[in-house]
Each structure stands twice: as structure tokens, then as C-alpha cells.
């Protein structure tokens, strides 16, 4: 009932501390620490001395203090030299874009304590600097742009004897960034690009100290693949020991291995012997016996095991163990793998189930803003919205976000973007990248490593895509085959998120990545060409996300909001970028008016996007998932997109501001567990199972009725449901006597519960939509006739009554309120599309984010519906909840005895 909820000291990361004493930042063997932030100036306003202004004491009065990843729009926005409120308002960010200050490098400066002592090492880690950058302690240069370059360049660089005692100076200039020369991360035909195309130490920096060997990354490989044959699970773990010393030494490395009980730990040790100076890869093994598996969220918990290691040096055999460094792992016990099936169609398999992918595509921040809070706040609409896997397209963000992804159960699809210089290959004539030379391979193999390295261990891991609307060349796949083999790489590698074509090292990637982008009707999905479900779908939908009124006044000026509703073909700043095939909202706004009629006011049009949006999202995920187990299965649909860098009118669930919307709810009841969904095309009912084990008697009420509430037809059919697979149970009788519009309600119930698992109302036209498929495009497929909704404009007004139920006792769960609320319709027709909002009383603004278990609701005659509500925090006497509709009179539900209390209270 609430949503995920997590403990955020689980979240601590590894030995790794942010500092912000004045003592020294490492002080011994096996620490590490972040630079806590940075001084930040334009290369343009300050003397080009880089080897002068490392060294400690510099004059910085005029630089900007950002925060320890922050790039350079990032840090000037965290800095408040500018406000994103602003920024983000109409086409406010043009006047920015362009400006010089970007198109040369940027200096990050910051200056720290050290107490280095005898027999220490230190070392410098950097995990991607946009796009390039030198990079200079205390006056000396550590590295150039040659070695440091592009945005997942990870590299180490040895800082030992160049830290001296008392303050120290580390300096970056981090080098303008061009998405066509540079491998960064660009937003394509997604949003404008940001001013200074991400430029900047977005990732972070860190020091560590160590005594003569250090300890890499632990990379943790389990034998486990599937639960009903391990009792016992085989764990290796394999990192690199480096000897910084002239000399043989020896090293033990001993730990722990920590289970989600306490019980569970187990030790782990080995002996090595270095020789001088060398770096070897070292590997031990242990076991777990009774293991505890980790499932993707809808199929059970995410326990998860750490495994805690030192290294212990000797000079000598007999010499006495000094501790040099140490590591820390989190890791969970799961199997994934993926195959072509039959119809060369890729499928996943998760724990030896196969895993039908329900997922959308998910953006950073325009500036690359990562903020932990909000990501799981994101994270959990993924959960509630009932997908299964979020598709990362080359913006890998940081460690925490795979961190957050283990622990709430969220799989991720993740991999290399398409376009600019990424795909930049010989035979990509769409790409207008400059074509890869021999340094782009090196390049290349060190960001596959940085972020192979990052992501091995981790259970959410669903995938890795080496190309997106392009496969690799081979050399290219050689580099990252190559990489990924030297990070132990278990999870599944795919060339491409396209059918396009392929290397041959990889194969068919069985992925396809036919559209649509835009606009299509519901019945789309049920077609048997392009985007329509069978196979995988790798980035598609019909392109809605429309905001609700009340976020769309944040970021749109009066002329803006009257253009989105006036001016169906011009084109908008907050619709992709000017230039690409989403400029515009024309294909939309056809179909809309089409089907829904005009609209006489801005609010008019916007609630007529969100059904559309809901009716469309909904479909998409509905024919999914009923051909799960067709006789050419849909084995996945990563919906184009989740979420957007920044406020967007498009290509999303929710918005920005973590408002949801139509396509929310479409979504949400799309992706149901156990489900039964109305097929467009051939007018039957889909029962629908994904879950892992429920199975059993279900009963399926089906009422069909016309627009004044009088029955067409009805029936209760009785089947059996077995988990992950759909069929198809009853044909629903009378479509074609529908008066202008009509109303269908399917109730799917467990018999032996008594219970009901779903409740789904579709609106439907005796007309259907007739689709071209002949005329498709890569982005949609055009409409020949339209269904006619505008029968739902002048629906006769009915009385819904709602009533506000908050119990007594309702204490927070951690953390969590919930609220009912239940409707009632009075009338003898039926209520269509109730949308609820839960507001603060005091300045009318939305709670956000707020998690409903159903919303823009159609109540059928006389119906009584009862609605739960859950968000966070200790706001319960200051909470109303409107209520409006089509059809019904808006009100505002208030707890008066609550306001009461309150105020006598205060
Ligand atoms: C530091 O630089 C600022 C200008 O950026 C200047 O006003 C100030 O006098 C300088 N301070 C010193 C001590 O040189
Ligand atoms: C950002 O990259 C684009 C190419 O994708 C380039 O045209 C533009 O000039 C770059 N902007 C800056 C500030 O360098
Ligand atoms: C796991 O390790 C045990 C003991 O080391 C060994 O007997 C067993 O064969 C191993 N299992 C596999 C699948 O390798
Ligand atoms: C550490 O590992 C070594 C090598 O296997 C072993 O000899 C030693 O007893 C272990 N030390 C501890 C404290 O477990
Ligand atoms: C560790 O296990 C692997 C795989 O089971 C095996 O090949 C290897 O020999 C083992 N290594 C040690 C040191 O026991
Ligand atoms: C699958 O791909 C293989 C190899 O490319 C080809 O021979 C086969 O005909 C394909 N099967 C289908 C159903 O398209
Ligand atoms: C629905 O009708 C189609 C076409 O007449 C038929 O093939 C199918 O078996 C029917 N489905 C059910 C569940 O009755
Ligand atoms: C759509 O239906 C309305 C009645 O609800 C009717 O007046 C109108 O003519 C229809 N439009 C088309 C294009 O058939």
C-alpha cells in the first residue's frame, strides 16, 4: 500500500567520505575521500598560468564555490548565479546558449590538506571529466587532455610525491565540449542542449592513500543460475592488487563476506607475492551456502550481501602485516541472461523466469544535476507505475543511482548513446559525428572499463547496449568485448537497440526500433507491423506526456499556453529541439482534435491530452503485455521516455516536477500484475499474468453501456489464470450498437480471495481508427479515419459524491501517510475521468510527489469507488483534495475535525 520505502543509511557509500574538516582529507592506509568541492572560473577571465594557479594561496575572490561534481551550468546554478526557475521559464535559456564564456575551458580549483608520511602511496581517481581536461597538483602537470578525455574517461593517475605536507592545490581545466568531436553526453532530438553542452567535472574526484599495495575494485562472480538447483553458490572475487614498491612484497588479503542475515557471513582469504613494481590480477574464492536471492521488485525482495576485504603487506615473509588498503562491495545473488528466441526476437531470463521487460527510458537532469532524494522519488513512480526496468541511454550517472536500483528492485537496461560522436562509424550516414580515429578506440576501452568496473557487481544490472540506433564496428566491439572481459562482465552484452545490423562478434542485437515516436491510436498496438506488440521494442510510444495546467504554468508564458492550444502546427521550445522531427506537436494535435473535437479553452484542451495520453500509454502496455506468450511473443517495450532533463511537453510519465498526468495512470494500470484488457482491433478481452506464482479461478465482469448509462450488454466469465502468460477469454458482445459513445468496465476477480485485482473502463467509439500502415515513417504510422470521441463533450452532468476517510489512528508509516477517499455516483450515468489532486490547504500548490492507486477514474452508474492516496512527510492538517471530472461539479474535500484539532492545537 505505500510505496517503496528505504532505510537511506543503507545508502552510505563504501570507505569513500566527504570532508569537511580542516584536517587532513586521507590520513592513513585504506582511506579515500572525495575533493568536497571546487572553485570554478572561466579560462577567459583569468590569467593562463595553470602550473602558477595550482599552487596553494592563488587569488580566486572572483571564482564561483560549486559543489564536488558539478558541471559548469550545474555549479553556476547551485551557486545561484542562475536560478533554474528562471532559466527553465518559455525560451528564457536562449539567451544563454551560445555564449562565449562556454566555447572556452573552464578551471576547477581546489585546495585541501595532506599529511603524507613514509611509505605511503597516493593515487588520484577521476570517473569522467566533460569533455577533456588537464589536469595539475601543486604546480605539476598529473595528466593532459590526451589521456583524460570524455565524459566516462576513468582514470587513475599516482600523486605520490608530489602531495606534500599542509595545504595542496589540485586544478582541472576542463576543455569546452562539442557532441560531435567529443564523447559526451548529449541530449540529441530530446531537449535544447544545455549551454555549455555539459562541460565540466560532473562526475567525481577522488584521493585515496595506501601503503606499498593497493587493492582495486572487488569484482564478485557468483555461479548461481537459477533457484531451484543452488543450494549452494560459488563466489569468486577478483581485483587487482598494484606493488607501487621497488620491491617483492607480500600481501594477504583476508574479509568478510556479509549476508542480508547475520548469520550468513563467511571469511574470505589469500596469500599473493608481488614482484617488484607489478600490478596482478588476483582471484578467491568462497561459498554461500543456503543463498538468498535477488529478485526484481514485482517478484520478490532484494536481499543483498557486502563483502568487506583487506590487504595486508609484507616486506618479507616473516615481516610483521601492516594494513595497506582495503575495499567494500555490495552485491546480490541473481541470474540474467538474454537469447534470440524463434523469431530472432531478443528475451530475457531472470532467475530461469522468463522476464518480460516493461520499461521506459529515463533522462538526467538537463545539467546533470544528481540528487539522491529525487531519484528515488523516482525510482519509486517507476515502481508504482508497475514497471519492471528503466533504459539509461548512455547517461550512466553515478554509483548511487545503480545502488538505489538494487535496493528498490528496479532492472536496468543500460548501454552507449546513439548519434553524435558515439555512433560516428563509417557506415552511419545519420550520424553527423566526426568519424572515430585510432585515439577514439582508446578513449572508448577506457570509458567501457570505468563503467564496466562500476556496474558489475550490481543485481540490477539487466544489460549492456555497445551501440543504440547503431552497432559498433568491429573494431570497436573488439575494444568493448575486450573491456568487459577483463571486468569479469556477467550480464547480458547486446550490439544494438536496433535491428539495423551487427557485428558479428555479437550477433543480431533482436531489438527493434521501428517507432513509433508521435502520435498513434490505441489500436495501433494491436497491429502486427512496426512498434505493435511482438518482439522487443527498445524506445517507443506515441509520443504523449502532456503536463497537467498547474505545471505547465510554471514553465510557460501566457503566449506559449496559447499557442500549445491555437496554433496546432507551430512549433514549441519545450517540445524537442528546434530542427528535429518533434518540434511540433501537428501529428498530436490532428489526432486530438480529431477524435476529441476542438477545444474552446486552454483547460479544455489540456484535460483532453490527458485522455488521450492515458487512453494511448494504457494500450501500449495492455498489448504488450497480453502477447506475452503469443505465438510471436512480445518480450518487451521500453516506453519513449519516463521522465525529461527538464520541464517538457512530451515523452513522459510524469513531469519535471514529479507531477503526474495521463500517461501516468495509462501506464499504471497497463502494467497491472494480474489484468484484463480490452483489445482495440479484435473488440476481446485479455487476461494477463505476470506475476511469478499466482494462479487459480478468476472471474471477469464485462458491462458494456452508452453514454446515458443504459445498458448494452453484460457478462461474467469464468477461466483460470497461470503466472506470465496472457490469452484471450471473451468477445465482447454489442460494440457495434455503441450511440456516439459508449463505456466499458472489466472487473478481473480472484474467486477463492474474494477480491478484486483490477478494475479498467475504456471509452469507445463505433467507429475505430483505421491506421496507413503503408504510409509509416520511422517515427509514426498516419491515421486514414478517425473514432469519434466528441460525444464525451457534452456528457449529461452527474453527482459524484466524495467523502475524505482518514483513520484515527493514522500515525505515519515510516514516514507515509495515506488517505481514502471514496466516490460515490449518485446518478444513473456514468462519471468519466475523476482526477484527483492532493493540495496543501494553505497555498493551493500540489503535494509532490503523491502516490495514487488509481486515478482519472470513470464511475459507472450508481457506483461507489474507494481511492488511496500515500505521500511523505508530516503534513496531514494541511491537506485538501480536489475533485474534478468532465461531467461532475469540482469540489474540495477537506478533514474539518483534523483542521479543527489542528488549530485549537496551535
Ligand atoms: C584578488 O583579485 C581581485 C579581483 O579579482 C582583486 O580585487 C583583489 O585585489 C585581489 N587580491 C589580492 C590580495 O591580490
Ligand atoms: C555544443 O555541441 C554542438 C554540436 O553538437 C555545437 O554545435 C555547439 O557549438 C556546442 N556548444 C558549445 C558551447 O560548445
Ligand atoms: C562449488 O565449490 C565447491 C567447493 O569448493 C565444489 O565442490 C563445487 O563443485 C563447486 N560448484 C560448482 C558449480 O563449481
Ligand atoms: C588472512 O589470510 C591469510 C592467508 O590466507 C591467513 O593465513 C590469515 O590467517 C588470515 N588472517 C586472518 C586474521 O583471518
Ligand atoms: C576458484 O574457483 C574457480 C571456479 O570454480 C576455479 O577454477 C579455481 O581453480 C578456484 N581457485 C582457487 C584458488 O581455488
Ligand atoms: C533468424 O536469423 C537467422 C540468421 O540470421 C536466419 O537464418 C533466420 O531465417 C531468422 N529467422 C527468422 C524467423 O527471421
Ligand atoms: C472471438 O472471436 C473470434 C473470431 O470470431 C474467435 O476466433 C475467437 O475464438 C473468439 N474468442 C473467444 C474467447 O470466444
Ligand atoms: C462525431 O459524432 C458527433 C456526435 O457525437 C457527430 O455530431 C459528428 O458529426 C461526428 N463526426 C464525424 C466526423 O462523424
Known amino acids: 500500500m505505500y510505496p517503496h520505502t528505504l532505510t537511506l543509511s543503507l545508502l552510505a557509500l563504501c570507505a569513500i567520505t566527504s570532508h569537511a574538516e580542516p584536517g587532513p582529507l586521507v590520513s592513513s592506509a585504506g582511506q579515500g575521500a572525495v575533493i568536497p568541492g571546487w572553485n570554478i572560473q572561466s579560462a577567459t577571465l583569468i590569467e593562463d598560468d ?417 551501440g543504440s540506433d547503431y552497432w559498433p564496428n568491429d573494431r570497436a566491439t573488439d575494444v568493448f568485448l575486450d573491456a568487459l572481459k577483463e571486468m569479469d562482465w556477467q550480464s547480458p552484452v547486446i550490439a544494438s537497440a536496433s535491428k539495423r545490423g551487427y557485428p558479428e562478434a555479437l550477433g543480431p542485437s533482436g531489438m527493434k526500433m521501428s517507432g513509433p515516436y508521435d502520435w498513434v491510436p490505441p489500436n495501433y498496438w494491436y497491429g502486427d507491423d512496426e512498434g505493435a506488440a511482438f518482439g522487443f521494442g527498445s524506445e517507443l510510444g506515441a509520443g504523449v506526456g502532456t503536463p497537467e495546467l498547474s505545471s505547465l504554468k510554471k514553465f510557460m508564458a501566457d503566449e506559449d499556453l496559447r499557442i500549445l492550444w491555437q496554433e496546432p502546427d507551430v512549433g514549441l521550445y519545450h517540445m524537442s529541439n528546434n530542427g528535429s522531427s518533434f518540434y511540433t506537436r501537428s501529428i498530436y494535435n490532428q489526432g486530438l482534435f480529431s477524435r476529441y473535437g476542438n477545444s474552446d479553452s486552454l483547460e479544455d484542451y489540456v484535460e483532453k491530452c490527458q485522455m488521450a495520453d492515458y487512453e494511448t500509454t494504457r494500450a501500449q502496455f495492455e498489448a504488450y503485455s497480453a502477447r506475452q506468450n503469443a505465438s510471436r511473443p512480445a518480450t518487451g517495450a521500453i516506453y519513449w521516455m519516463l521522465n525529461s532533463a527538464w520541464p517538457n511537453l512530451h515523452w513522459q510519465l510524469f513531469d519535471y516536477y514529479l507531477n503526474t498526468m495521463g500517461s501516468y495512470f495509462g501506464t499504471k494500470i497497463g502494467t497491472r500484475m494480474e489484468h484484463v484488457a480490452y483489445d482495440y482491433e479484435s473488440q476481446s478481452v485479455w487476461l494477463i499474468n505476470h506475476s511469478l506464482q499466482n494462479e487459480g479461478e478468476r472471474e471477469i465482469s464485462v458491462d458494456l453501456i452508452q453514454r446515458n448509462g443504459k445498458k448494452i450488454s453484460s457478462a461474467k466469465v469464468k477461466t483460470m489464470t497461470t503466472p506470465h502468460s496472457s490469452k484471450e477469454v471473451y468477445n465482447v458482445t454489442g460494440i457495434e450498437k455503441i450511440q456516439d459513445v459508449g463505456f466499458l468496465r472489466l472487473i478481473l476477480r480472484d474467486v477463492k480471495e474474494k477480491k478484486d485485482l483490477s478494475r479498467n473502463v475504456y471509452w469507445l467509439s463505433p467507429i475505430p481508427d483505421v491506421l496507413d500502415w503503408s504510409e509509416s515513417n520511422w517515427y509514426y504510422t498516419p491515421v486514414a479515419e478517425y473514432a469519434n470521441y466528441t460525444g464525451l463533450d457534452d456528457l449529461p452532468q452527474v453527482n459524484v459524491k466524495g467523502k475524505l476517510k482518514i483513520p484515527w489512528d493514522n500515525t505515519p508509516v515510516n514516514g507515509w501517510y495515506l488517505f481514502e477517499v471514496e466516490l460515490e455516483n449518485k446518478s444513473k450515468q456514468p462519471a468519466f475521468f475523476i482526477h484527483l489532486n492532493i493540495i496543501h490547504n494553505h497555498d493551493h500548490s500540489q503535494v509532490m510527489p503523491a502516490y495514487w492507486s488509481d486515478n482519472y477514474v470513470t464511475l459507472w452508474p450508481k457506483e461507489k469507488l474507494t481511492l488511496t492516496v500515500a505521500y511523505e512527510g508530516d503534513i496531514m492538517h494541511d491537506i485538501h483534495i480536489q475533485v474534478s471530472g468532465r461531467n461532475i461539479e469540482s469540489q474540495v474535500l477537506k478533514n474539518l475535525e483534523i483542521e479543527a484539532l489542528w488549530d485549537l492545537g496551535n
Open 50 to 466: 595553470m602550473s602558477k594557479l595550482s599552487q596553494p594561496d592563488a587569488n580566486i575572490t572572483s571564482w564561483h564555490r560549486v559543489g564536488p561534481r558539478d558541471t559548469v551550468m550545474g555549479g553556476l546554478l547551485h551557486n545561484g548565479v542562475h536560478d533554474d526557475k528562471t532559466l527553465f521559464y518559455s525560451e528564457n535559456m536562449e539567451q544563454l546558449a551560445g555564449r562565449a564564456i562556454f566555447q572556452a575551458p573552464w578551471i576547477y580549483r581546489e585546495e585541501f590538506m595532506m599529511k603524507p608520511s613514509e611509505g605511503q602511496y597516493f593515487t588520484l581517481k577521476t570517473h569522467g571529466i566533460t569533455s577533456k581536461a588537464d589536469i595539475y597538483l601543486n604546480g605539476v602537470q598529473i595528466a593532459s587532455s590526451e589521456q583524460q578525455q570524455g565524459s566516462y574517461g576513468g582514470h587513475k593517475y599516482d600523486l605520490t610525491g608530489i602531495i606534500k605536507p599542509g595545504s595542496n592545490c589540485l586544478l582541472i581545466k576542463a576543455y569546452p565540449t562539442n557532441y560531435l568531436r567529443d564523447f559526451a553526453m548529449g541530449f540529441v532530438d530530446w531537449n535544447p542542449y544545455p549551454p555549455d553542452n555539459g562541460t565540466g567535472v560532473w562526475r567525481n574526484v577522488e584521493i585515496f592513500q595506501t601503503g606499498p599495495v593497493s587493492m582495486l575494485t572487488l569484482r564478485v562472480i557468483t555461479d548461481f543460475t537459477d533457484p531451484t538447483v543452488n543450494d549452494n553458490v560459488n563466489v569468486t572475487l577478483k581485483t587487482e592488487l598494484v606493488n607501487h614498491t621497488p620491491r617483492t612484497v607480500h600481501v594477504e588479503v583476508n574479509g568478510t563476506i556479509t549476508g542480508p542475515i547475520q548469520a550468513d557471513s563467511s571469511v574470505i582469504a589469500g596469500m599473493f607475492e608481488l614482484n617488484p613494481s607489478e600490478t596482478r590480477t588476483v582471484s578467491i574464492n568462497a561459498s554461500i551456502r543456503n543463498p538468498q536471492i535477488w529478485w526484481p521488485a514485482g517478484w520478490g525482495e532484494q536481499p543483498m550481501y557486502n563483502v568487506h576485504a583487506s590487504a595486508m603487506s609484507r616486506e618479507t615473509q616473516e615481516g610483521q602485516p601492516i594494513l595497506s588498503d582495503s575495499s567494500i562491495q555490495d552485491f546480490g545473488i541473481r541470474h540474467v541472461s538474454s537469447h534470440l528466441n524463434e523469431h530472432n526476437d531478443t528475451a530475457f531470463v531472470v532467475n530461469g523466469y522468463p522476464f518480460q521487460v516493461l520499461g521506459a527510458g529515463y533522462s538526467p537532469d538537463m545539467f546533470m544535476r544528481f540528487d539522491e532524494k529525487r531519484t528515488i522519488n523516482i525510482f519509486r513512480y517507476v515502481l508504482d507505475l508497475g514497471l519492471n526496468t528503466i533504459r539509461l541511454e548512455g547517461k550512466q550517472e553515478h554509483p548511487e543511482l545503480y545502488k538505489l536500483a538494487d535496493y528498490m528492485g528496479v532492472m536496468i537496461l543500460t548501454g552507449w548513446e546513439c548519434c553524435d560522436k558515439w555512433e560516428a562509424w563509417e557506415y552511419n550516414h545519420d550520424a553527423d559525428g566526426v568519424k572515430w580515429g585510432d585515439q577514439d578506440y582508446e578513449i572508448a576501452r577506457a570509458a567501457m572499463l570505468h563503467e564496466a568496473e562500476m556496474m558489475e557487481p550490481h543485481p540490477s544490472l539487466l544489460g549492456f547496449l555497445v
